[in-house]
């Protein structure tokens, strides 16, 4: 019977011999981490092979990514669908195994990870997400939502600001559930990390209300398993740290705990080295037999589940509507009264009042919030001005099936978590802060849009339109750097009926993270007619028409600099041909029909103006050269929003102005 | 005489009546730590209101930036040119004092703040600057820099993630004479921030190695004071971070402690029984002259400066060469051999060798670092990658006088404390870290932008070329969204020269911070006379055109794509009349003249390509509505980059394809 040693050693070689056959790869953590993961894959984890997406599984979350390797070959060992040939295939294009774990693309991954410390904010997102469905769906007797998220996590994860972020507001919610396994092998890229970071990392996290375990040696299967008793029995409601020393690369002769054996393979003789003093006699890529079966998790798996499913099967009996209630939010369904809900919103709110876009927001998350119950956000300690929190809104930290978190200031982690949340199933999450503060956590919207995950950010006081907090506070480029990121979606309506259709694109598109960028100022409502509100379906068309004739100029506006071109265009009707698009979504037109964007701006009208309070350059694609754009490519202003709209020339007299001149140079 | 609380209330009542009079602004943090500033301003702060850049002056940050009208009341009642009428006119346009303190704007304000955590970032590059600074200048009895870092902070700056990477470095680097004073009144915009956040502030900060004085009455000036003379008199060398309690607005009678103080005015009414309540008898913006009188710290001031002044001159004298240096640094001056060693570098690696531009990088380093001991910078943990460790790199961990920070893995951390190492003057910092995880620092390029600071980031690795590591480091959208960042220089350069002239440009544009995008790939090195390598300096030049034709169509190419335009070229010379720019830096070339943009792209023609490994969208500004872009719209895959080249279309082959087409289209 092959040892646990052996059992570790078969993710080290797996890794070892992928890494070079790929000849490129990361095989230090793996080697390092090899005894943890057995330990927690073999005796701990309840999940299924046969089955990845058990509902009631544990998830476990690779924040270090670069450790794939370690991942893939739980998986091949374990029993998951992902052959000894997938691991040979190791950072192929189109594998099953890329570089670093994807979200969709292999069994059993639940995130896309490798941008450090973000792993670790999904898993406390899965763990938020976890703690609130249980309450939301347990009855005594019937624990059907009751599982861990255990994270594995290196030093570069814990530099990081976001670990700072959501390892605070994890102890603030006491997330018990939430077991973290800390790398800690003093090694990072540059080497010893004492040159740079002298944290007392134990200290750390029991400040933040951890229970650490500290001093825990990693290659010690015993130890390992102490410790994960340990917090698995916690009496306390606090999440664990589990500190333990490892030795990067271990097993390699030359190459342990060197930095070089970070992010390359071993090399040839190195690896046939580490084979010697490992006693590993097998060939590369053979797992034997013996070894296969030790790890394989296939029938346990059946068994965790079956009885599982047994009490899931009886609680469907006592509850039937509270589990169908479940398995609608699981697959994502919305339920039956969403588009009632929605047309009322369009039928109650079109009249002539004026309101904020932030406040028509708000409005529609009045609605909803109580026909959708899988709703789960909050805003990053701006909920007075982002306007998340409505009559409906219960705050986690104090109602444990609640629908609302305080996110405290911590943009990145919000975003991360909210992103946790997402993958968990089960919710829809939405985040907020002040636009110009999106670049905080960018880097998480683009993990979302990679992902390709339902998200929803409510990005506030969306331009110059601040006002008197200045040009650290006022957006310009942010705008148009989100529409940058691919599969976002962004929308920026232009009054509350505008708000509704974007709401409800952000809701109804499962595959989808959605920006609603919105505007601080009170903007007036637009009239339309029913087609016309449908029409906003589209992300861009066309809003005011000349009556009866060709448009010979035509005006594109979004968000807040639509009213300007509705009001030059009842100025200068009877002077002028003019056509106004409203465009709040340009990915949206974009997805469109040719014949359709032709309709909207067809190609013979080549005199064009693009109206909108930031960034220039994106607009050239629809105004073409002979076009002018009224924008912003400087940063802003403290001082009014009013003085500052002046200033920047969104004015219908500016716009008559650029008008005329476009008219004069042109013929 | 007024007392101490008469002081303090001097700023309490300037900020209140400031702000009721703008109608708008944040009086609930002025009003908290109104005496502590009365503490720190009028008995430990060096400085001198009749020349705010005297060199050895202390510095203070006000890291909670929306707490402006407190540093507005300090610089008005200590001397400095702000006048009352100032401020009465905050948060007017153009005004001396905006909404958040602005670089450049007021006198004596250090850096732009409000973006949360980002001032405290700065005040850690300061702390770190005076600390090589006065290591590389200082002889024994003659300490001619040698001052504090003072920094006011809040809870938001706290949570803030930054804030743990740059306290932790702090810590590690062992800045005693970086002395914070936390704001802990308990309460942010959503209300008692007990409920999202639950730290131990000070069991957190002595885990980063800090000295934490805690439990501070806030309001009481001998409990200030005997922290401050504690943490200046510390005996080891950590940072102190002084806990002070405070009660938000306090002395308004119904609105202290409560968030709705933080950032509305508070009201006439409230106004009149906070006067009231602290027993301040005086009109709206006047201050009696005993008040006045106290606070003044002019003549205080130019004493202070005169007695180091008088050192300072004797220092001169006894070490004339060395005291040369520090005035050529503290003016930016460039040494007289910087222009011969570019000119040098582009005579010696003028030859046909190939070699990525991240080594043109490190080789050009590695010769700059020699004549500028003005540079201080390093790489987030990725030395080996971004090549940015050469020979001459002191780490200043190790030699106090050095010339290398390791960074770790703290990007946004990183770019923050380089902010505040250029704001110090003396140096030229640099940064460096993957291109894709230049997103996690987007907020503090921009700061960067903003405050017009010289600032150079190194992004390596700046394409689908990164291969196997696969999408989540790949970037796309990075190059583009960097671009639209206003008064930020981009450069993507092609090859070894062109990134000669990018880092000549980095280094010389004293008002511009600058991005140099580097290849991962080695690429081959173009062939261009004298003359074409000077007109690199216009940011786009005619790299290659038709032997004494016009030509009929124009490629565009940056960074690793040129040589595939150039090759594109060579291969259909004979068929087409090709003009090959290339376009190191848009930013550059839109500061050029009309004539010269028309002579590289005419505007007769319009058959056009654009060829760059990232996001399309920005090159129809180029283009027009008759080209075509070779880009990338999606995410990208983990592969080798061969192979992803191919697959997007990054090849001659397909160049030569989409020439034919539109050729074909065209005609």
Redesign the interface.
């Known amino acids: 019977m092959p040892s646990r040693k052996d059992l570790a050693n078969a993710i080290r070689f797996l890794s070892i011999d992928a890494i070079e056959k790929?000849n490129?790869?990361h095989p230090g953590a793996p080697m390092g981490m090899a005894d943890i993961a057995e330990v927690l894959w073999r005796n701990y984890l309840s999940h299924n092979p046969n089955n990845p997406l058990w509902m009631n599984r544990d998830r476990f979350i690779l924040s270090n990514?670069h450790c794939a390797m370690l991942l893939y070959s739980l998986l091949h060992l374990t029993g998951y669908n992902l052959t000894i040939d997938d691991l040979k295939n190791f950072?192929?294009?189109?594998?099953k195994t890329?570089?670093?774990p994807?979200f969709q693309c292999t069994p059993s991954v639940e995130s896309?990870?490798?941008?450090?410390g973000q792993g670790l904010a999904n898993a406390v997102g899965i763990a938020i997400a976890e703690k609130v469905l249980s309450a939301q769906f347990n009855k005594p007797g019937y624990n059907i939502i009751d599982h861990y998220t255990y994270v594995f996590v290196g030093?570069?994860c814990l530099?990081?600001?976001?670990?700072?972020?959501v390892c605070?507001?994890a102890?603030?919610l006491k997330l018990k559930k939430l077991i973290v396994f800390y790398d800690n092998n003093g090694i990072?890229?540059?080497?010893n990390?004492k040159?740079?970071?002298?944290?007392?990392?134990?200290?750390?996290f029991?400040?933040?209300?951890w229970n650490v375990i500290a001093d825990i040696d990693g290659h010690n299967y015993k130890k390992i398993q102490i410790a994960i008793e340990q917090a698995r029995s916690l009496k306390t409601n606090q999440p664990s740290l589990l500190i333990c020393n490892t030795i990067l690369a271990y097993g390699s002769p030359n190459k342990s705990g060197k930095n070089i054996a970070h992010g390359m393979p071993l090399g040839v003789t190195e690896t046939l080295l580490t084979r010697k003093k490992l006693n590993w006699q097998f060939k590369p890529f053979y797992i034997p037999k013996e070894i296969y079966h030790q790890w394989n998790a296939k029938d346990i798996g059946n068994l965790r589940e079956l009885k599982w499913t047994n009490k899931y099967n009886e609680y469907c009996k006592i509850f039937p509507a509270l589990s169908d209630e479940l398995q609608r939010r699981i697959n994502h369904t919305l339920p039956t009264s969403w588009l009632t809900t929605i047309k009322n919103l369009l039928i109650n709110m079109d009249d002539a009042t004026s309101m904020s876009t932030r406040q028509a927001s708000q409005y529609i998350l009045e609605k909803i919030t109580y026909i959708l119950p899988e709703l789960l956000g909050g805003?990053a300690?701006?909920?007075?001005?982002n306007l998340t929190l409505v009559s409906n809104s219960k705050?986690i930290?104090?109602f444990l099936y609640g629908n609302y978190i305080?996110?405290?200031?911590?943009?990145?982690?919000m975003m991360a978590i909210s992103n946790g949340i997402s993958l968990y199933n089960g919710f829809i999450p939405y985040t907020a802060t002040f636009l110009?503060?999106m670049?905080?956590c960018?880097?998480a919207i683009?993990?979302a849009?990679?992902m390709k995950i339902r998200n929803i950010m409510i990005y506030t006081h969306d331009s110059i339109g601040v006002?008197?907090?200045?040009?650290?506070?006022q957006p310009?480029?942010q705008l148009?750097?989100l529409?940058?990121?691919?599969?976002l979606s962004v929308w920026r309506p232009c009054d509350k009926i505008e708000t509704i259709i974007a709401w409800q694109h952000a809701i109804e598109n499962l595959h989808t993270p959605t920006s609603l960028i919105l505007s601080r100022q009170i903007l007036p409502t637009q009239i339309r007619n029913k087609e016309k509100i449908e029409s906003i379906h589209y992300g861009g068309y066309i809003l005011k028409d000349p009556l009866d004739q060709l448009p010979e100029i035509i005006l594109i506006a979004t968000g807040s600099e639509v009213y300007l071109a509705v009001e030059t265009f009842n100025q200068l009707s009877s002077k002028y041909k003019i056509r106004v698009v409203s465009m709040p979504s340009i990915d949206t037109f974009e997805k469109q029909t040719q014949e359709y964007k032709n309709h909207v701006l067809p190609?013979n009208i080549t005199l064009r103006i693009a109206i909108e309070a930031g960034?220039k350059?994106?607009w050239?694609?629809y105004i073409?050269?002979k076009g002018h754009i009224i924008g912003i490519?400087?940063?802003g202003?403290?001082?009014?929003a009013e003085?500052?709209f002046v200033?920047f020339g969104f004015t219908v007299q500016n716009i008559i102005k650029v008008i005329e001149k476009l008219f004069k140079n042109y013929t």
């Not at 300690?381 to 001005?385: E, F, T």
């Not at 006002?467 to 506070?473: K, M, Q, V």
């Not at 529409?483 to 599969?487: H, K, M, Q, T």
Request: include cysteine.
């Open positions: 790929s490129s790869g990514g950072r192929k294009l189109h594998s890329p570089g670093h994807e896309s990870t490798g941008p450090l030093d570069g530099m990081e600001g976001i670990s700072h972020e605070s507001l102890g603030t990072s890229i540059d080497g990390i040159e740079w970071c002298m944290d007392n990392t134990k200290k750390r029991e400040s933040y209300g805003s300690d701006l909920a007075s001005s705050p930290n104090k305080h996110y405290g200031v911590r943009e990145f982690g110009v503060f670049d905080y960018r880097s683009r993990m849009s990679l006002g008197e907090d200045g040009p650290t506070h310009i480029e148009s750097s529409r940058l990121i691919p599969n190609s960034s350059d994106l050239y694609k073409g050269t490519n400087q940063f202003y403290s001082g009014s003085k500052l200033k």
